[in-house]
């Protein structure tokens, strides 16, 4: 990829410095909505913003987006949780 873009770049005159492709990894960030939809059925570690029920962190299997409300299944029970109280959203890598 990277030397395709190099030959690219040169024969359309682009100045560049540095070229880097990288990847989201393994643990991927869920930022919009569309990422809880795209990934429903993996496993997911959400923080927070503030406690709700006496903790910040939660962590299970993705449902999806119901009612414009991000579900997990957590330990057995469903949670349903705001987008805005979601500080963090990763994927649980799958090794």
């Not at 570690?45 to 579900?71: C, H, N, Q, S």
Request: proline content about 4%.
């Amino acid at each position: 990829m990277s030397n395709h873009l190099t030959r690219a770049f040169a024969v359309e005159g682009i100045d560049y410095e540095r070229l880097e492709v990288s990847s989201p990894g393994l643990d991927r960030p869920l930022k919009t909505l569309g990422d809880f939809e795209r990934f429903a059925g993996r496993d997911v570690t959400l923080k927070l913003k503030l406690p709700r029920d006496g903790r910040r962190r939660f962590e299970g299997k993705l449902v999806g987006v119901e009612g414009g409300r991000i579900a997990v299944d957590v330990e057995g029970q469903r949670q349903h949780l705001e987008f805005a109280e979601i500080d963090r959203a990763r994927l649980v890598p799958d090794v």
